[in-house]
């Protein structure tokens, strides 16, 4: 369990340590941007590779078992992780890295983004619950929670920078958005458009969904289906 956790404290210190502080800053002014992304991006792999290889190697130490109720739950739930996933990597986002040039273009939020500004965040965060709980075991809850966490500070930490580099751009932004899922339509500072979304995103979350519930056996070993 000791290589997981040093693995878990490695990528999440990558994050936070570096890509969250002045520390990611004063390396880009030394290297330079390019190589910058390319060394924590090859940096970043590593840590998921070697999160992947220590958990698989972590002897099984039960916490609270695999309920059914928390399988079923992963079973139900996961078509909305992928399709936050799906539509995060599809929508233009001043949150994206590469992508800021849409606050000055002052457009209006659409689409998934009408739900929340970090849809990607949100469907990692998720995924990793939900198969944190349907897991109920040691390797498993260091496992998943270090997506977890990286995931949910990470809307935190993404919005306090934009905040810092755009000001009242962001601001306006903000004030049209919700960090939290469905926050902004709750207090109805949005309204939710189906034809927004794009049926071929729901249409291509479900095939995922699909794909990987029948194939889960054999990937990862056991069936959500028990």
Request: no cysteine; glycine share 8%; hydrophobic share 55%.
């Amino acid at each position: 369990m000791l290589q997981l956790t040093l693995a878990s404290l490695f990528f999440l210190g990558l994050h936070f340590g570096i890509a969250a502080t002045p520390l990611r800053q004063k390396i880009i002014d030394r290297i330079g941007p390019i190589p910058y992304r390319i060394a924590f991006a090859s940096l970043a792999l590593l840590g998921i590779i070697w999160l992947v290889y220590a958990w698989r190697q972590a002897p099984y130490v039960a916490l609270w078992g695999q309920p059914a109720v928390f399988r079923y739950l992963a079973v139900l739930l996961m078509p909305l992780a992928f399709f936050f996933i799906i539509a995060g990597l599809t929508t233009k986002n001043p949150t994206r890295l590469g992508q800021e040039e849409t606050l000055q273009a002052h457009i209006e939020p659409g689409g998934v983004l009408r739900i929340t500004r970090h849809p990607m965040l949100w469907g990692i965060a998720l995924w990793a619950l939900l198969h944190l709980l349907a897991n109920g075991d040691l390797a498993a809850l260091i496992f998943f929670s270090t997506f977890l966490i990286l995931a949910v500070f990470g809307t935190y930490l993404i919005d306090k920078k934009r905040e810092q580099q755009y000001g009242d751009a962001w601001q306006e932004f903000v004030a049209k958005t919700s960090r939290i899922p469905f926050q902004a339509i709750l207090e109805k500072r949005q309204q939710l458009n189906w034809q927004e979304l794009g049926w071929w995103r729901i249409v291509l979350a479900l095939v995922l969904y699909a794909g990987f519930l029948h194939g889960h056996a054999k990937l990862f070993g056991v069936s959500p289906l028990g």
